[in-house]
């Protein structure tokens, strides 16, 4: 029975995200791909070059070379929990089954928070833009990010002939919210919602299909960089940032799982258990994604 329900534990894991992370299940799954935790991927070379009425000859011939590479998982771990043997016997629901739960949705977060940072470029390039917000200020010295913003990244997308139809916005809550009190087109999306709940899956502005999340990268306004991951964010040196990427070259992949229980624990007399998840995401090449900052008025 420890073997069966330690299964059924592990497999809420991989049950699909809620609604605030549903942005992942977007990317391109390589979960399948995954072995011994690390994924091996290869970046396709140049694309041949078109001859149009042609008349010498021999015609030229390349060799396409392909760049290799490989990816780790990385670990992610989750902190024990106790259940005690006592408290157990007394609740008329399944805790363990609430916790593990509760152990699930915490690695999604995280992954999620990682997952966004990865999404986001380093700094702008031709290939990787990095926009600034060009609204009015928000009362705090910075500018509102527009309907213009996004149509601008949006053409972005198109100039560098990034994939159409797969397009993603993982806006930062801030940014959400303010679009909602400016954007027109927001507003009417809001109020045909039921009960003014956006449905954040169906809506799309510019080709890019809206997400909203609460921990997108930050950036240092000073210079246009993105802040190291865990970064603490401090108003007056970083801005806040939304992600737009093309699905079809983001990934996931999830590795392995495993659950660590103490079952029974004599000194504790209760249940300790665990969890280590092997995750990474990102995107397949440096091409196709970019970022909105905040900047100062």
Same mark, same amino acid.
């Given at each position: 029975m420890a073997g069966l329900r330690k299964e059924v534990w592990t497999d809420v894991l991989l049950e699909?995200?809620?609604?605030?992370?549903n942005f992942l299940d977007s990317t391109t799954d390589l979960s399948a791909f995954v072995e011994n935790d690390k994924i091996n991927l290869a970046e396709a070379g140049i694309d041949p070059t078109v001859l149009i009425n042609n008349t010498t000859y021999p015609v030229a011939v390349n060799e396409r070379t392909d760049i290799a590479h490989?990816?780790?998982l990385d670990y992610y771990d989750t902190e024990n929990t106790l259940l005690r043997n006592a408290e157990k016997i007394e609740l008329a629901y399944n805790k363990m089954q609430s916790i593990t739960r509760r152990h699930a949705q915490a690695l999604?977060?995280?992954?999620?928070?990682?997952?966004t940072f990865n999404f986001a470029p380093?700094?702008?390039?031709?290939?990787?833009?990095v926009i600034p917000t060009t609204g009015t200020t928000n009362g705090a010295g910075e500018k509102l990010i527009t309907e213009d913003?996004?149509?601008?990244?949006?053409?972005?997308?198109?100039?560098?002939?990034?994939?159409?139809?797969?397009?993603?916005?993982?806006?930062?809550?801030?940014?959400?919210?303010?679009?909602v009190r400016t954007s027109q087109t927001l507003k009417e999306q809001r109020y045909r919602s039921k009960e003014g709940v956006m449905n954040r899956v169906a809506f799309e502005l510019f080709g890019f299909?809206?997400?909203?999340?609460?921990?997108?990268?930050?950036?240092? %306004? &000073?210079? =246009?960089?993105?802040?190291?991951?865990?970064?603490?964010?401090? *108003?007056?040196?970083? $801005?806040?940032?939304?992600?737009?990427?093309?699905?079809?070259?983001?990934? %996931? &992949?999830? =590795?392995?799982?495993d659950m660590f229980d103490d079952l029974k624990n *004599?000194?504790?007399? $209760?249940?300790?258990?665990?969890?280590?998840?092997?995750?990474?995401?990102?995107?397949?090449r440096n091409k196709y994604f970019g970022a909105i900052r905040t900047v100062d008025v």
């Open positions: 699909q995200y809620d609604e605030e992370v490989g990816l780790e999604k977060n995280k992954q999620a928070q990682r997952s380093t700094s702008n390039s031709a290939f990787t833009p913003d996004i149509s601008i990244m949006a053409a972005i997308f198109d100039t560098m002939s990034a994939p159409d139809g797969n397009r993603h916005l993982v806006l930062h809550t801030t940014h959400w919210n303010e679009l299909q809206i997400h909203k999340y609460k921990n997108d990268p930050l950036y240092i %306004k &000073a210079t =246009g960089v993105k802040a190291a991951y865990g970064t603490t964010y401090v *108003p007056a040196t970083h $801005g806040i940032a939304s992600v737009a990427f093309v699905g079809n070259e983001a990934f %996931k &992949a999830v =590795g392995s799982i *004599p000194r504790e007399r $209760g249940d300790i258990i665990g969890f280590q998840q092997r995750f990474l995401a990102g995107m397949m």
